[in-house]
T-cell receptor, first 112, second 117 residues
Framework: GQQLNQSPQSMFIQEGEDVSMNCTSS?????WLWYKQEPGEGPVLLIA?????ELTSNGRLTAQFGITRKDSFLNISASIPSDVGIYFC????????????FGKGTLLTVNP | GAVVSQHPSRVICKSGTSVKIECRSL??????MFWYRQFPKQSLMLMAT?????????EQGVEKDKFLINHASLTLSTLTVTSAHPEDSSFYIC?????????????FGPGTRLLVL
């Protein structure tokens, strides 16, 4: 099925550094979501974006819904060791189409 | 709020047997639930969309007779892997869609690790 282009694939950073990751798509989405998955667990919703241009924060996390509706980014400020995990972006279509299209994920490693 | 549970968390079975996985939304009603499969170091792959009171909609390439889905109530969907084989070993994750002010947002269960011997 269709997938989003998510980058980078992996990141190795030092504790305290800021992190940025993004997703792009050839298709328009009405909703962008960012999830975090830890080993052996299901994805946990971090931020949901519903409007083009919307900028939303959740603690140290900030995400934006691109104005073209074809992209989104997630920033993590002042990273800590528990930020380690795989971060997935997901786009959701409109109307009655609630299916999610997932990016391939960004593996984040934080060195203390 | 928006808690989704799965049971069992892990299961080991012999080849040829059937395995049932339950997905429950604990604090909200979900008219739509989704079943995903995830292979190691890969993204989630949608298998089927489960609608309460109607037949599930399967993605292309997913055998509906092998992966039976029942959405018995607004809080429970089950996935039964029939006549399981080693290649069915995987991480199965469900999600439940909760209606909010702008649409429906999916919340995921913790996943079920299936190992078929």
């Amino acid at each position: 099925g269709q997938q989003l282009n998510q980058s980078p694939q992996s990141m190795f950073i030092q504790e305290g550094e800021d992190v940025s990751m993004n997703c792009t798509s050839s298709s328009i989405f009405n909703t962008w979501l960012w999830y975090k998955q830890e080993p052996g667990e299901g994805p946990v919703l971090l931020i949901a974006l519903y409007k083009a241009g919307e900028l939303t924060s959740n603690g140290r996390l900030t995400a934006q819904f691109g104005i073209t509706r074809k992209d989104s980014f997630l920033n993590i400020s002042a990273s800590i060791p528990s930020d380690v995990g795989i971060y997935f972006c997901a786009g959701q279509g409109g109307g009655s189409n609630y299916k999610l299209t997932f990016g391939k994920g960004t593996l984040l490693t934080v060195n203390p | 709020g928006a808690v989704v549970s799965q049971h069992p968390s892990r299961v080991i079975c012999k080849s040829g047997t059937s395995v049932k996985i339950e997905c429950r939304s604990l604090d909200f009603q979900a008219t739509t639930m989704f079943w995903y499969r995830q292979f190691p170091k890969q993204s989630l792959m949608l298998m089927a969309t489960s609608n309460e009171g109607s037949k599930a909609t399967y993605e292309q390439g997913v055998e509906k007779d092998k992966f039976l889905i029942n959405h018995a109530s607004l809080t429970l969907s089950t996935l039964t892997v029939t006549s399981a084989h080693p290649e069915d070993s995987s991480f199965y994750i469900c999600s439940a869609a909760r209606r909010d002010r702008v649409g429906e947002t999916q919340y995921f269960g913790p996943g079920t690790r299936l190992l078929v011997l």
